[in-house]
């Protein structure tokens, strides 16, 4: 029994122990600080910087620690890696709710004027990693930008009421509804993007509809944000694309996102990677259907199950090809 206990807390320490520094710090910007991590490689130097772009949601710096197993590879090829706290998210100030698209590509290019000036964080590359509602937010970033080496982006939609549309069919699809009850659901999501598309107010909203979940915060994000599109700033883009999409997606039209990539970016500049058997978390597929084991695996062994391996493993390979010279 005792050396049972033992193995288990060797095991548990493995798997919360991560190959690389932490520390956190605080990032200040014209529209307040930013509560952030910075990861770092357990050997000099650092080859470079990987900057975390979250998806929809009140998310902090290490996503409750799910992003560790990804910045923990990535040290391993000797990268850096920074995220913060969403505003409001966090210990961030503000309120993510109150952002647009444009508001949130601001605060990525405030992160990198400061990653800039930071002495211990000096290097040539810099990589956006993003996810989901990234899609959206990274593609301003690089506009005319540079000074970018590589994007890298998990699962990204490119249309927000298209990509609405897509998850409301997926998740209808999902509980076997009928025809009757698609159509009626299709009918009332058009209501409400209707009263949203002509911007009524909230109380308009709440009264005409039967919605009690939406909140004022959500609704008016929402309005702010429905019409964002991605193609016109993709077709921009003069840096390396590495798109990373969910064979399994629910959320986002994978199918879609890589025929618009494929028609919009020069071959040259896009990769493209399918991961088999995954959803748009890109959790172990294992797992992903049950919150029990999710949050299981996110206590006793976040390195090796609660991400799908086949995932990580390309993320670290796309690191490695940045290595070379002819990127």
């Known amino acids: 029994m005792q050396q049972r206990h033992s193995f288990l807390l060797q095991h548990l320490y493995f798997e919360n122990s991560f190959a690389m520094n932490e520390k956190e710090v605080v990032i200040k910007t014209e529209n307040g600080a930013l509560s952030g991590t910075v990861t770092t490689p357990k050997k000099a130097p650092i080859k470079g910087i990987v900057l975390f772009v979250h998806g929809d949601g009140p998310q902090n710096a290490t996503y ?40 949130r590509a601001k605060e990525v290019e405030n992160v990198i004027k400061w990653a800039k000036k930071e002495s211990d964080l000096q290097s040539k590359q810099i990589i956006l990693w993003g996810a989901s509602q990234a899609g959206w937010v990274i593609p301003k970033v690089m506009t005319n930008r540079t000074d970018i080496t590589a994007i890298i982006l998990v699962g990204p939609a490119v249309n927000w009421m298209r990509q609405g549309r897509y998850n409301t069919l997926q998740t209808l699809k999902e509980t ?27 109380r308009t909203y709440h009264k005409k509809t039967s919605d009690q979940e939406m ?44 025929r618009i990539y494929e028609k919009e970016v020069a071959p040259k500049w896009l990769h493209i990677q399918t991961i088999r058997g995954v959803e748009h978390s890109m959790l ?22 609660l991400l799908s391996q086949a995932y990580l493993d390309h993320c670290e390979h796309i690191l490695e090809q940045l290595k070379t010279p002819s990127h």
Do not use: C
């Open 64 to 103: 409750d620690g799910g992003y560790r197993p990804l910045m923990e590879r990535f040290a391993k090829q000797g990268y850096a890696s920074i995220s913060w706290d969403k505003p409001g998210g966090g210990q961030s100030e503000g309120n993510w709710l109150h952002q647009s698209m444009g508001d």
């Open 176 to 202: 076997n509804a009928s025809q009757e009850q698609i159509q009626e659901t299709i009918e009332k999501e058009d209501e409400q993007n209707k009263l949203l598309e002509e911007g009524a107010a909230f």
């Open 215 to 258: 909140t004022k915060d959500r609704y008016e994000f929402i309005q702010k944000n429905m019409k964002a599109d991605a193609t016109s700033h993709i077709k921009r883009i003069q840096s390396p694309i590495y798109l990373v999409l969910a064979q399994n997606d629910r959320n986002v039209d994978s199918a879609e996102t890589k």
């Open 284 to 305: 172990n597929p294992l797992i992903h259907h049950s919150n029990a084991l999710i949050t299981l695996a996110a206590i006793a062994a976040p390195k090796d199950f």
